[in-house]
Every structure is written in C-alpha cells, then in structure tokens.
C-alpha cells in the first residue's frame, strides 16, 4: 500500500512578477534542445509512485497501467519525428498523445529519470511553460531513509488557469467558458540521491 505526502505548489503566475524566459532565443528558431544522460525505459527505470513501484499490487495500479504499457521507454513519450531518433530532443514531449493525467505523469518521470539530474529537470520545466518550485526538502537533514527510494523532498511546476485552458482547452470552456480547474502542477518526488522518485499530477478542481 502507497503511504506519503504529495506536495505540490499552485501558484497563481499573473500574481507574481514574470520569470525571464531561458529559452527564448531558440524557441523562435524552434533550435531548442536539452542534455541529457540516458535513455529511460521501464525494463530498467520502472514508474515509480511516491519511491515505489507501480505495478499490481499497488492500490493506483489501475490508474497506471494502460499508461505504463503505451509508454514503455522515453522515445516513446515524443512527438513522431523524434521517436527513431538515436539523440532525440526529449524537450519534445508529445502533449496531444500523452495527454495531461497518467499520460503526462509516467512521461515525465521517464524524461526526468533521463535528464538525471535536477537543474536540466527544472530547465525542462521552464520550456513547457511551468512556474518551477523547488528544489524543497521536507523532511529533516538528519532524517535517514527508511527504504530504497523513499522520498524526501521535492521540485514542482504550475500552470495557471489561463495556460491549461491554452494548452488543453476542455468541450467545457469551448463550448460555455466554463471549467472544473482552476490550477494544474506537476510535482517530481526526489530522493536522498537526488534522484526521481515519483510524478503526480495535481488539478485544482472547483
């Protein structure tokens, strides 16, 4: 059974000051491209849930299932023309085919555990647009993990209402503007390693 904290930060954006844009030269050029480590895949790095493994004998196993299975490997998460690629841009998420829940949760876990490593992390974050909080430890300096992968502090990233509504326009707000959200983050579980140890999709509802 999965125990932990989920810590996300929702963060209204038009509320604080504009963050100066890293990517903003190459975003006009469309020349973009991020480091990378490796390549994750699950038979190796397999999706992991608050340091644990996802797979049957975890209470959300239903909810990630079909996800894990359509996105086996990082290259598989990409848009089409990045997928053979033997150095693909993993900036180059696929967000019509992921989707935005599971989809976007074992995504960017794979991307992440690619990245290894947490500034490149919050720089990947940074081109999608999000608010990055974080690095943030939350459990004490002297605390000893009690199990492989057990996390202890987090990074995470936020849209506010008016960039989800951009990116993943609802049947609702096209139709009535209307919607159920009002916030969208991305919170990234981080290990003593420093290491990923989890992704979770956090969507504030009315």
């Known amino acids: 059974m999965i125990a932990g904290a989920i810590l996300v930060a929702l963060k209204p954006a038009a509320a604080e000051e504009a963050e100066v844009d890293i990517w903003a030269a190459c975003r006009q ?13 699950q038979t190796t790095e397999p999706f992991l849930f608050l340091g ?18 359509n996105y086996p490997d990082v290259q598989s998460c990409l848009t089409e023309e990045e997928r ?11 967000w019509e085919r992921v989707g935005y829940w599971s989809g ?9 555990r690619s990245l290894a490593d947490l500034e490149r992390i919050k720089s990947w974050l940074s081109f999608h647009d999000f608010r990055v909080t974080g690095y943030n430890r939350y459990r004490s300096d002297d605390f000893v993990p009690t199990r492989n992968n057990q996390p202890v502090g987090y990074v995470s990233g936020s ?4 960039q989800y509504r951009e990116k993943n326009p609802t049947l609702l707000w096209r139709l009535f503007e209307f919607d159920l959200i009002y916030g969208y983050g991305i919170s990234l579980s981080i290990s003593e390693e420093f290491q990923v140890v989890g992704a979770y999709i956090n969507a504030s509802t009315k």
Not at 159 to 162: A, L, N, P, R
């Open 52 to 69: 644990y493994v996802m797979d049957g004998e975890q209470a959300r196993w239903k909810q990630y299932r079909k996800a894990i299975r």
């Open 84 to 94: 053979a690629k033997e150095n693909p841009n993993l900036l180059k998420l696929d």
């Open 159 to 162: 849209w506010s209402v008016q």
């Open 104 to 112: 976007a949760e074992v995504c960017i876990f794979r991307i992440s």
């Open 29 to 41: 050029t469309d020349t973009c491209v991020i480091e990378y480590d490796h390549l994750s895949e």
